[in-house]
């Protein structure tokens, strides 16, 4: 048997002989039939080596996501790398590791060889598995209290129509804090209110209008000091050097 000169060459002839491997395997979840790792192994290994090309496969590991690297390898010494889609983790732990890299192997051999494993399903598995990854996001957000609770069924698009919280009056005694801090200098008006909308409260008038007059002392006291010298500073205006007497 002649051998083929090229990586390209011996892809051609590989696209020639390579059929998809039989899907003996069936997925329980999606009611749908698959091909196991080790079977498509087993059915690539003959064209491959027909070809003049073998493959090893990398496991890249980022955070919680898993990726397989499948290096095809002709016998000239060239090699191409494809890298999978990120498999995520969806628990740490060695089995979970393990799984999600054999699953990356899967589909990362099949896009370097253009092979079909897995039955057509029009989408459904993908829409499903990101429809169950965007509830997860958004329970486990509102957990750790980056986002309120959204019920089951609402969108992310419902729930940035939902009407903003309700705010309530802030107390007086919580005004009368901010009036002191904007006297010392220690905060702003821009601040105090700012403060008081991160935590839902709103001033009323009469509030708002003694955060403006604190502001407004501070601000004139600020002016008064720039421009005020020191009574008790001395001059030395008064001196003269001394002089020397010309006889």
């Known amino acids: 048997m002649a051998k083929t000169q090229t990586l390209a060459e011996a892809l051609v002839k590989l696209r020639s002989e390579l059929t998809n491997p ?3 395997d069936k997925n329980p979840f999606f009611s749908s039939k698959y091909c196991k790792l080790e079977s498509a192994i087993s059915h ?3 064209p491959l080596a027909n070809s003049d090309l073998t493959f090893i496969q990398n496991i890249v590991q980022e955070d919680r996501t898993v990726m397989a690297q499948t290096i095809l390898i002709h016998v000239s010494g060239e090699e191409r790398t494809i890298n999978g889609p990120k498999v995520l983790l969806e628990k740490p732990g060695a089995q979970a590791v393990g799984g999600a890299a054999t699953y990356a192997k899967r589909y990362s051999l099949f896009s370097a ?4 494993a897995d039955e057509d399903d029009d989408g459904n598995t993908a829409e499903i598995a990101n429809a169950e990854q965007e509830q997860k996001q958004k329970k486990e957000a509102a957990a750790s209290g980056d986002l309120p609770p959204v019920p089951d069924g609402l969108s992310i698009a419902d729930d940035a129509q ?3 919280p309700k705010m309530t009056t802030a107390k ?7 009036v002191d801090r904007i006297k010392n200098g220690q905060t702003t008006i821009q601040g105090a209110i700012a403060l008081l909308q991160s935590k839902n409260l709103k001033a009323t008038a009469a509030q708002m209008k003694r955060l403006d007059k604190a502001q407004e002392e ?3 006291g600020k002016n008064d000091g720039e421009g005020a010298t020191d009574d008790n500073s001395v001059s030395y205006t008064h001196l003269t ?4 007497r010309i006889v």
């Open 44 to 46: 690539i290994q003959t």
């Open 172 to 178: 007086q005694v919580t005004v009368n804090a901010l």
């Open 113 to 116: 060889l253009g092979v079909e």
């Open 241 to 244: 050097l001394p002089t020397k």
């Open 162 to 164: 939902a009407p903003p």
């Open 218 to 220: 501070f601000n004139d």
């Open 22 to 24: 039989p899907r003996n």
